[in-house]
């Protein structure tokens, strides 16, 4: 990038929209006939396999050359993973490498390690409706297809993620979200659930050790299984082909976006007067998102609501990503990031938060995006891999419904206080945005399964001894990779969460796809978090359980890599 001048702003935006779509493509060579059976001698030879490079979602963690495959069917993936056993190779499930933690690959892995890549998403993407208020599908699928599918049958969910290229086996892994509650008077839908995706699986079909056997097989958990708890959010310790979802009519959703209120008054503390609060918001529709760019005071504000008929002012929409001045980068955010990047020049953080809210404020109403009405995947679906690319932290904080606005309250209120004081001395470490959503939590009877459990390892799953909390607050920061003091700052924040959400009033998780356990120098390597913070907060008893769980159906750690285990083992790891 030295080598281009930086004043070019078409260059800046080419290359940072390139650059956005060279990650999201991970090249695969094919393999050369001699040099795979010397290198992976046995190898099932129906399966296609070839050397392939792994990006994650922001090319934070990379890994070239190491070999990977695309099993055609449960069957061969059944082939592929007892072979890895066989050769002491780990195998790790690659959909559409939207994440951030270090669950699939490590940095530093190298080429010539041990590691095979399974890629769902060219064919585990089956899908049917086995019954009533039913969806069978691969977890290759795409979210967007799911949710199509879906729609073409009169169904849908009540939330989801913003992007549709997830793979469901990737969003299932680590209890992905969208962000809604119930609104007031509002009763929940027959087949919906408030949780996370993984509280809508009915079923599930896993690649397990059977001992009887001596080798890994296909089996199906259900519901009522204790096993199936650990394994509905499993972080990449086992390997799911198919899934049944439970799934309810679909329902038609307006969403409003604001950019007029402050965030004085937005976030507001309790009983300040302040009217339009989030909370506000949250009580009138329950589905509320809101994204704070740094350095400035106004949060687009997006507000979902049911509504079975068009309002006048919607827009109807008939397809998802309808912000297009979001999806794509506008030239003059990928200009000031190029100047940033190329020279160093983080300063101009304010000035990139600004660029960013009057591409918001000004792409709505140049769109006609604020006030959108349509079937729910249109809506809920909004983001592309073309959006700029950032290193995000992820926190959910359990509380009751009363306890939200606190939580945003304080969350706020300590985020513009540390990062006015890193600018004070010079320091920019925050240069994207602050995103807020709500959900509530993985009440398992809204699978209609008598004797379901909810998943384990979810950050959703409730807490038997604290009845009143029925929400979760997620709180996401986002930055540039590489900025400087990012690291430090998220440190800041991510200890202010574990201290002022403890237990009493709040309680912190991590959201196991996103940035935590930071240190001054880097992330997901604070040895008190991973060691006592995390079991601690999921529970040490849940925690152990699905950590029993998951290495009786995988004892030979066919399925893990090096954070993992250090996860799941501790120092001793």
Known sequence: ?????????GWTRR??????????????????????????????????????????????????????????????????????????WRVRARGAAHGWSPLTVTEGTPSGAPVLLVDTAPHLTDLALPGPGEVRAGTGVTLEALLTFLEEHGLGVTAAPAPGVLTLGGALAVDAHGTAVPARDERRLPGHTYGSLSNLVLSLTA??????????????????EADCAALLTHLGRSLVTEVVLRTGTNTNLRCVSRTDIPAGELFAAPGSGARRTFASFLQEAGRVEAIWFAFTEHPWLKVWSLSPTRPLTSRKVTRPYNYPFSDNVPAPVAELVGRMTSEAAWYLAPLLGTAQYEAAALGLVATLSA?????????????KPTTLRVHANGYAVLTSREGVQRVVAEFAAFYRERLTAYA???????????????????????????????PLLSALRPRADRPEWDTAVWLDVLTLPGTPDAEAFLRELERFLLGAFDGGFALTRVEWSKGWAYTDEGVWSDGEVLDAVVPAAVGEAAWAEAGAVLDRLDPHRVYGNAFLDRLFDGSAG
């Not at 009405?373 to 909004?382: A, D, E, I, V």
């Open 424 to 454: 004070a001395r010079g320091s920019f470490p925050v240069n994207g945005s602050v995103e807020i959503r709500v959900t509530g939590l993985d009440d398992p009877g809204d699978a209609g399964v008598a004797g379901a459990r909810p």
């Open 207 to 224: 690649v397990v050790w059977d001992e009887r056997a001596g080798s890994y097989v296909l089996r199906t958990f259900h519901r009522d």
């Open 15 to 88: 290359g940072f929209l390139l650059s956005a779509a060279a990650l999201a493509a991970v090249p695969g060579l094919p393999a050369d006939p001699a040099v795979a059976a010397a290198e992976l001698p046995g190898f099932p030879p129906d399966v296609a396999l070839y050397r392939s490079a792994y990006r994650n979602w922001v090319g934070e963690i990379t890994a070239d050359g190491l070999w990977a495959c695309a099993p055609n069917g449960p069957d061969q993936v059944v082939a592929v993973v007892n072979w890895a056993w066989r050769h002491g």
């Open 1 to 9: 990038m030295d080598n281009v001048p930086s004043q070019d702003p």
């Open 371 to 383: 006030d959108l009405w349509g079937p729910s995947k249109n809506t809920l679906l909004y983001l």
